[in-house]
Structures are given as structure tokens and as C-alpha cells.
């Protein structure tokens, strides 16, 4: 490798330690990464540079064990603007707008300290979209807990939803959905995933690379404490007995100063003096300026004394790798300065300009004059470890016999039972308990709320090119059961449940972003669920067209060995050109044809029929036909948007039963129906089956809908119709649905409000 010379080696600082193999080994960094590091160097490193490696090649900066993984993602579609390497992905939803979004984890953090962790995790992301230029318009998250006999899930879960509902809620955005999990292998490190959506103008958006060699580096936001230091570090290694200790690694934020950042940030796009803008996220002002530069082919002068400092005695080392929150770094145009001084003081937030650019292409850091840094930049990013880790292959498993698994019994008595536990346990039970913490009617655009659809939908003017409003549609989703079963079926469904979510509202999906929460990479059966996953996950995205344009991965969730089940989240959004076209899950009117559209097989291997009354998590999942699920899905689609539907849910957890249930007790109506003749599939597995490409569509132009289906091709049947105040099987099911709903909104608030 060719090395640009050093002009002016750093100086060490008074009381530096020596730099021994047990400070490297502290430093997350292997043997034989450190040898690269003073191949690049030419020369030991000083502590803060040592300490700047140890952050860009964590696993959590660099994605070294995934890089060579995630390249296999299609990113590409007319309709996306910027794909993977930005801050967030950017999408073109017609009338002049763009939607920025992204996904991100705060897993690790969430643990050790649920409420910032939390809270933090939905500070970082919103911060990630705003930079971009966009106003966040609404948030999401995917939460997964532990076994809820375990000691600490009840506090995790009070204090994960506390942080996210107390950071959205002052920032005034709305958390309009997400999902709740609970499963014993998140007993020692849970997931917290967070999503953040917002608009720009389509020929406003701001990028990270660096231009403009003089041009000054500033610092906006908040003053850097010593919060979060080596929190990239700690997100890339596996927990263990002393995790606890690692709370100081945990960022505290300030919701109300990030709302002060974000109005002051949107009124200087408004003017043209930025070039370049980065938040400060994982590994600060490391990262910030590092990638800046290196996106820009550039180098950075950094001076470090003039950081502002809210703790006395801070060095240079604590002021590169803090992980403080509420701060960006922004490249101006000469002669701005002042023009941005004044909007940053107006807003009563620090700004301070701390260096420039130069045609080094090093980092040169400063302190009180003396050099204490000097690392070149290029092969910071060329030379940085990629493995190929090795990696074998999950297995499909055998499929169950539906025939062999027992039904809920012969009498209606039996089969209500069963359904009334299956509505109430912990993975389907309502998650009022939580969205009533979030406000998610803030900013009065909020068009479906969570539990009132598969998606959440957003009206969105269409601005000064067309009247009305759109929908922006959004989920999260993700199957971990299935992944963990056979991971390609699992990473293919997780895409396709989040482009039928989509679908089920009307709305058109668009593009993904990813959230891939994985165990220990260098365990091969844990990097083939990775492998295995994304393989999936790239041909749901190619046949969908459905490009992936941002996202984030998140390895080593391990306590002492135990690793998560793999959760590959997927965040989608989509369009609907005008929302008054747009529907729900909720089943509000009598009269109205229930249809099932898509084929039922019956399919038991890793449903929760399985697991919630049989005690068994085993079988293969169940498959997905990608040409069956994009042709059941435009077909649906078409009669929502041809106002023949007036409800629309997809078929997921639980299956059909689970799904008509859920649409009577979130509209107040019941439904009397029977198995259709002729399925050659037994009841309990027709009703419970987890089959894919399935909707469940209230419609009062039922004879339309099937006519169009047989002429389309699409597997379709009526069920039955709603009325009356009970669901009502045929031979099977009689419950009223006061009785459905209280099994399914008790369990969580009385969970929460148990005592030890």
C-alpha cells in the first residue's frame, strides 16, 4: 500500500499509557488488524488515533464480518434517488417530494439502560433522516423481549417504551407503528430497532462528502460530555456477566434540545451555505469527520480545544470517540460563518467552527497547537479488514403433518378456548398498552393508527405541483420463528409480509430498509443465518421490485454464548396518489362479503398454533412463492384502489382465524362464516395454517371481486359476511367479540401492572 508522508508526527500526551497488546485487545481490534494498523501508520499510534481505528473498523462502523454480504441486495429502481451509504435512503414520491428514511438498532445500549438506550436509538435515527434535509414525519420500531417469566423483561419492556415514547413524543413526531415480540432467546440482549420517515423536496436533499478545500469545519448542537465513549466498540462484541458494567458506554439525550438542532438545521438548508452534513451518531466526531472527508477525497484539520466542552479536564482522546447526542458537523462556504452563528445562537445551541478541509487527505487533530493526531484517510477505508467468514448452511426442516397434529378438540367449547388463548398470548395480545405511550396523532397527518391497519398511513400534501393528499405507507416487519427455521424462506418472507402490509392499504410499496440483528459472526452456523437470510431477503426484493436504500446491521446479540434468534427487520414505505382511496384492517359495517384471497394449505411448521397450545417450536416455515405472492398482491391492490374493498389484512401470525378476529374487534363487528367445501384441508389446519400470499378482504362488491379473481387467476373464496356482535364458525367457533377483546387487550396490562 502507498502511504501519504506524515509532515507532522503527533505528539504523545503527559500521562499517555504505552500502547500494549492488552490496550489493543481492549480496543476491539485482533492481532492481526493491529499489524495493518502500523503497516498504515508506519508507526505506533498515539492513544486517540489507536482509538479512532478501534472505532471505523468496529464491527458496527465498518460492517466488515456483513460488507461482502450486503452487496448482494438489490438497491436500484428508477424511484430511488440514493441508495445504501448516505445517512438514510431517499425515495421519489412524485410531486416534487422525496421520503428519507431508514432503520437502525439500539440493542445492546437498550439493555444496559432501557430508557436512554431507547430514547437515544430514536434520537440517532431521526437525526440520521433530518440531516438529509427532510422533516421526520413519523417514527416506527420493532421491539423484541424476553421470556416474560424471565426477571427482567418487565423492566426492559416499561423502560424501552418509556424512552421511545418520552424522545418521539417531545420532539413532536408521531410513532405511528411497529411490532412487539416476546421470545426466551431475548432474555440476555433484547432488540430495539427504530425507524424514522421523513419529506424533503426532491431537489433539497444534503449529503455527507466534503468539497471545498479552506472551506471551514463547524460544530453544531449540543456540548460534548463524555457519554457513550467506546459505544461502537461495545456495540460489536457479545455480552457477558460484566455487561452491567458498561453503562457509562450508554449516550444520554435531550429530546427538546434535538428539536431545537432540527428547526435550526431546516432553516439554514433553506439558505445555500452548506456543502456537506453529518451527524455525529455512533463514534461522534470520529466518524462524523472521518467519513466526511474520505466521501469528499480530502483531508481534515480538527482542533480539538475548540469543541465545545461540557465537562472540565476532557482530552483529545474522549472528545473523538464520545458518542454525546444532539450534535452534526457541517462543512460551510467560506464567508457563512456568521449567517450560520446566527441561526444556531438563535436557537440558544452551541456552534463553533473547529477546522477546515485541506488536499491532504490525512486527519490532522490539534490540541492547544500540538498535532496529537495524524492518520491518513484513504486506507483507513481501503485497508479496513473484510472477511468471508465461514459459514454453513441451515438445513430446511422436514414439514409438519398438519393431519398428525391434534385439533382443539369436538366442541365449540374447545376451539373457542383455543382461540381465545391464541388472542391473548404474549406475541398476539394487543400492544395498546404501548402506542397509547407514544402520541401518534401528532401533527394531525396520521391517517391509520397501529392496530387499525397492516401498515401505518400518513397523509402527505402533495405540494404546489398537484392538490390533495397522499399516503405514505409504512411497516415493520419481521418473522424471527421462520428465520430461525430455514433462514432464506425466513429473510423471503420477512420482505414479503412487509410488501403485503404495503398492499393491504392500497398503497404501492417502494423501497426496503433493513435492520439485520444477528448473533456472533464468527460462529458459522450464525454467519450462515446471515448468508442465508439476505439471500432471501435479495430475491423477495428483485421479483417485488422492491430495492433496498439504507440500513443497518447489528451482530454479536450474544449473552455468554446464547445468541438471539436471527431477526433480519425489515422497514418498508410505499405510496397511495390519493388516500381517500386508502383502507384499513378494521371491520366496521354490516353486510359485507368476507373473501379470502390467496390458497390455503394449512401449513402448521413453526406457527403459533404450534407453539402457543402444543408447546412445540419445530417444522419447516411455511413457503413463499414470490410470483404468487406479487400476483395476489397487485390483484388486491387493484380493488382497493377500485373502491370495491372496504377492509383489507393480510395473513401472517396465527393464521385466518387469528386475522378475521382481529378485524371484528378492531371494528366492532362480527362475522358468521364456515370452512369452504372441498379445501381437502382439516379445519384446525385451515383455520391456524400460516400459509403467505393471503388477504382477507370486507367487501360489499363481493361478486365483483370473484369474478375478477377468476379472471386473473387468483385463488379467491367467500367465507361469509359480517354482522351481528360474535364470530361465528360453522360447527366450530361461537364467541362473542367482548369476549375475544378482553383476552386479547388483559394480558399486557396486567403483565406491566403484576407485581414481582
Known sequence: MTIAVEKNPPVKLPNEPKITPQIVAEHGLAPDEYERLLKIMGREPTMVELGIFSAMWSEHCSYKSSKVWLKKLPTK??????GPGENAGVIDIGDGQAAIFKMESHNHPSYIEPYQGAATGVGGIMRDVFTMGARPVANLNALRFGDPSHPKTRHLVSGVVAGIGGYGNCMGIPTVGGETNFHAAYNGNILVNAMTVGIAPSDRIFYAAAAGVGNPLVYVGSKTGRDGIHGATMASTEFNEDSEEKRPTVQVGDPFVEKLLLEACLELMA??????IQDMGAAGLTSSSFEMAAKGGLGVVVELDK???REAGMNPYELMLSESQERMLIVLKPGREDLARRIFEKWELDFAVIGHLTDS?????????????????????????MYERPWTLTELPAAVDASKVPAPGNSIG??????????????????????HQYDHLIMGNTAIRPQDGDAALVRVPKGATGAGHKGLAMTSDCTPRYVQAHPETGGRQAVAEAWRNITATGATPLAVTDNMNFGNPQKPEIMGQFAGAILGMAEACRVLDFPVVSGNVSLYNETEGRPILPTPTIGAVGVIEDIGHAVGSRLTQAGLAIILVGETRGWLGQSLYLRELHGREDGAPPPVDLAVERRNGDFVRGQILADRAQACHDLSDGGLLVGLAEMCIAGGTGVTMKQPAGTGVPSHAFFYGEDQARYLVASGSGHDILEAARAAGVPAVLLGYSGGASLVVEGLVSLPLADIKKAHEDWLPAYMSAVE
Open 77 to 82: 429502481a428508477p424511484w430511488v434517488i440514493q
Open 271 to 276: 439558505t445555500d451555505a452548506i456543502v456537506a
Open 307 to 309: 469543541v465545545p466542552m
Open 361 to 385: 487527505e490525512r486527519m490532522v487533530l490539534t490540541w492547544h497547537g500540538d498535532v496529537v493526531g495524524n492518520i491518513p484517510i484513504p486506507p483507513l477505508v481501503t485497508e479496513a479488514p
Open 414 to 435: 374447545d376451539w373457542n378456548a383455543a382461540l381465545l388463548k391464541l388472542m391473548g398470548c404474549p406475541d398476539l395480545a394487543s400492544k395498546a398498552w404501548i402506542w
